[in-house]
């Protein structure tokens, strides 16, 4: 009799990485459709490209470090679609397959493949595009005109226009009203448009309501904790409040029975929150496992640093990138936050540093 | 009813309590028995019997003749066939001794109930009738009822826990001997003096609850006898049963890293091992005897039997329906901390609670991946550590690392390596990361007496000189 002798436990759980990536390819299912819906089938294309070349990518480099094929945990997948999501529905592809190659070989495979990663790769290829192609990638479109299945396939309606954050920053406007017009006709969008996607910005940061979905599920089952995005938003929104350009307190305490102060103090902390890439890179870039901390006090501090960096580009920056360049920065501090975090041992006094 | 504290951490496998409602059945047909012996923590006992000896059941085979040492009973009456070394379960040399039974159970004639007049008559008694912890641990239970001065336990708790999956025999001793529970418990507050018991189990266990309150209704305590009992339901977490969280449970004392129960007042007894005290008291029969839950897709019948001392595994499995397909897994104990066998022929010990055995199918354990620091696991950690961190020191040789994350905390309960995603051999890693440690501390304490040694021995000064071997 041939018996199995391995070490206690002898059970496992049934989650397994790839059982994880595939949960969160599903919640970006809805993003993907929408996507498809807002910019036509070019940005499905876009992403289709960079799947595959992410795949392939990652398949050549394992192979020619002389290590184990590891396509089959789908986190290439997964940084694929993610990369996609970050970049302007007009973008030539063969700069998408450029960003794909920096994403998996240079910041995930050169430092040691899947969990090794200081930074998130798809964030991180976004900056260095931005950088190595300024103007193609800040050519933002937005979809003209009504919705119509035809000519979202050719895709021939997409127009350039300024993303709602860029349009606010060259005017140098308040936010008060969303029917000002700033400049060359641009409109800022109602708040319904920026929730629903029509209007300009990346692939996948557009559709809010296609990324809540998605979120919610992967709340639901529990790939997500609600610590990180929850740290993340509610330190921005409180940022806005207090230090944005509409005084949110004041406005309140002023008159705090008047529904119509509670829509003008409420407008912008909820515009800026349905602006650019805030609520993609709070759900779905900032708790990546690998470059995130590991303990519960930790990525509440994480998701705090985040939103207040977030908060500093947005109002006293110049660049477009306030959530990538957030997300990025706490990356690198996440393994320093999680040796201050850590718990003391049951029992135990607190630790002393060795 | 005060509030019940909750460790953080601990994970939900499938409990998998199958054979909860099937009664015990008593196995007797076994042609032989090895009893191992050494079945306690400490030093083997000595054996008095030789090769032809006729022996009966209940009879001392093996003289425990230090004092953390317990004696070790023949479970069948027979004769002495052979005394040799044999491989346990955990891959150790122990000294065994065969016996052949005739079958016929002939009990040692001077077998009597004990009389007590005293704490140390009592604890002389826990210790001759062969008594150990039986929830697994195997510790003297003399011992752990003897606890230091000053440290006198002013709280007693039974652990009816059982959080192990599969793992029902405990409860199945109180749904059929609850009066010996109560028995034992009674005798023990009243020799050790300890002024109040809580009963803990977890509220997986229907009417554990109405078993034990049924119980103590019928008793009739005179004024001043020690009776304060509790029965108090857990929720249902694994490791709900290993002793610091049980302790934190029932009574929201922590035990610190490094120290025992004692400590903290507290003593802890598993429900089994507190009931033998009551049956010993009235039966006066030494341990002898164990009921082993016995569960696992390969069995045709899964269920619990009260088996002999020394009863080999592939016997038991025969003897309790036998095996439907070929067996490629054999656990001794639960599937969480249980060990893995290599054969199915070692005898059964008093610490033995369970035997697992399984098929192909779930004998599949995935390879590891690279870790996706997910913090799965220091969220499943009941000690607060950090497994991810403990597995990256032990594979990096670091010393500092591993101090740095007390390793030496700890319980190896396998919640985190349960979890992973990427299926890595947590435990394992720490478990060799606790050998490094105390490798290490060990070869720097020997360099330090070295180096003290040679100083020792510069010129000018008097005395030996010259290496020390250790």
Redesign the interface.
């Known amino acids: 009799m041939k018996l199995e002798v391995s070490n206690s436990p002898h059970i496992r759980d049934r989650a397994t990485t790839a059982s994880i990536m595939r949960d969160v390819l599903l919640a970006l299912c809805p993003a993907v459709i929408a996507s498809g819906i807002i910019f036509g089938l070019r940005a499905v294309l876009m992403i289709l490209v960079s799947v595959l070349s992410c795949m392939i990518f990652e398949y050549l480099a394992r192979k020619i470090m002389k290590r184990e094929n590891t396509l089959f945990d789908l986190s290439a997948v997964v940084t694929g679609v993610l990369l996609a999501f970050n970049l302007p529905p007009t973008l030539p592809v063969y700069m998408v397959v450029i960003g794909a190659f920096f994403a998996i070989v240079i910041v995930k495979q050169m430092f040691g493949g899947i969990g090794n990663n200081f930074v998130n790769p798809a964030l991180t290829s976004r900056i260095f595009l931005v950088i190595a192609f300024p103007k193609a990638m800040t050519l933002w479109s937005a979809r003209e005109g009504a919705f119509s299945f035809l000519k979202s396939l050719s895709g021939a309606d997409l127009v350039s226009s300024a993303t709602p954050l860029a349009a606010l920053r060259n005017a140098s406007a308040d936010l008060v009203s969303s029917a000002t017009p700033l400049q060359d006709n641009y409109t800022l969008p109602s708040l319904l448009k920026l929730f629903l996607g029509d209007k300009a910005g990346s692939i996948g940061e557009v559709c809010i309501l296609a990324l809540l979905i998605g979120a919610a599920y992967l709340l639901a089952r529990k790939v997500i904790a609600p610590w990180i995005p929850l740290a993340y938003l509610g330190s921005f929104t409180l940022m806005v409040m207090l230090f944005g350009n509409t005084s949110f307190f004041e406005t309140i305490i002023e008159d705090p029975l008047s529904v119509s102060a509670w829509e003008t103090a409420l407008f912008e902390p909820t515009y800026m929150l349905l602006s650019g890439g805030l609520i993609l890179g709070a759900f779905f870039m900032a708790t990546d496992y690998v470059t995130s901390p590991i303990t519960r006090r930790g990525k509440i501090i994480f998701g705090i640093g985040c939103g207040l960096l977030t908060f500093l580009i947005r109002y006293y920056g110049n660049i477009a990138e306030g959530v990538s360049f957030s997300i990025i920065l706490m990356n690198i501090l996440a393994p320093n936050i999680d040796r201050l975090t850590m718990r003391k041992p049951f029992g135990g006094r607190k630790h002393e540093q060795v | 009813m005060k509030p019940v504290h909750a460790?953080?951490g601990g994970?939900h496998?499938k409990p998998n309590k199958n054979t909860d409602v099937l009664p015990s059945i008593r196995l007797n047909d076994f042609p032989e028995v090895e009893i191992l012996l050494q079945q306690h923590i400490g030093p083997p006992c000595a054996c008095v019997v030789a090769p032809g000896d006729y022996v009966y059941v209940g009879q001392l085979i093996g003289k425990a003749e230090h004092p953390m040492a317990v004696p070790i009973h023949s479970s069948v009456s027979g004769t002495v066939k052979e005394i040799h070394y044999v491989v346990s379960a955990i891959g150790a040399p122990v000294e065994s001794v065969r016996i052949e039974s005739d079958m016929k159970f002939n009990m040692l004639p001077s077998l009597s109930c004990p009389v007590i007049n005293s704490k140390e008559e009592f604890l002389a008694m826990v210790r001759s009738c062969g008594l150990v912890g039986l929830g697994g641990a195997s510790f003297p239970t003399h011992i752990k009822l003897s606890p230091p001065k000053g440290k006198e336990p002013d709280l007693l708790l039974i652990n009816a826990a059982e959080c192990e999956?599969y793992i029902t025999s405990d409860y199945r001793l109180i749904c059929e001997h609850p009066d010996q529970v109560i028995d034992g418990i009674l005798a023990v507050m009243k020799w050790i003096d300890i002024p109040r018991t809580i009963i803990g189990f977890e509220d997986n266990k229907p009417f554990v609850q109405k078993i034990f309150s049924h119980e103590l209704g019928k008793r009739v305590f005179k004024t001043g006898e020690k009776s304060d009992i509790q029965i108090r339901s857990l929720k249902t977490k694994y490791p709900q049963g290993a002793e610091?969280m049980l302790i934190?449970s029932l009574s929201g004392r922590?035990?610190?890293?490094g120290?025992l129960p004692h400590d903290v007042r507290v003593l802890v007894m598993n429900v089994t091992t507190v009931c033998f005290i009551g049956r010993y008291m009235k039966e006066g029969v030494p341990l002898v005897r164990k009921r082993i839950t016995l569960d696992g897709s390969a069995l045709n019948t899964p269920g619990n039997f009260n088996v002999p001392i020394g009863a080999k595994i592939k016997d038991v499995i025969a003897a309790a329906g036998g095996t439907r397909e070929?067996?490629?897994?054999?656990?001794m104990?639960g599937?969480?901390?249980?060990?893995?066998?290599?054969?199915?022929d070692c005898g059964i010990i008093k610490a033995n609670n369970a035997i697992l055995v399984?098929g192909s199918k779930?004998?599949k354990?995935?390879a590891e991946?690279?870790?996706?620091?997910?913090?799965?696991c220091?969220?499943a950690c009941?000690?607060?550590?950090?497994p991810?961190?403990i597995d990256q020191s032990t594979r990096a040789r670091d010393l500092?690392?591993l101090?740095?994350?007390?390793v030496m905390?700890c319980i190896?309960c396998?919640c985190c390596?349960?979890?992973?995603?990427?299926?890595r051999?947590l435990?394992?890693s720490i478990?060799n990361g606790k050998v490094f440690v105390k490798a290490e501390n060990a070869r720097l304490e020997r360099e330090k007496q070295l180096v003290t040694s040679l100083a020792g021995s510069l010129p000018g000064k008097e005395g030996q000189s010259g290496k020390q071997d250790q």
């Open positions: 460790f953080l994970v496998p999956p610091k934190y922590k035990v610190p890293t120290k070929e067996p490629r897994k054999i656990i104990g599937p969480m901390m249980g060990v893995a066998l290599d054969r199915d399984f779930e004998t354990i995935p991946s690279p870790c996706i620091r997910c913090g799965r220091v969220a009941p000690m607060n550590l950090m991810t961190g500092n690392g101090e740095f994350f007390h905390d190896e396998g390596t349960y979890v992973c995603p990427a299926k051999f435990t394992q478990k």
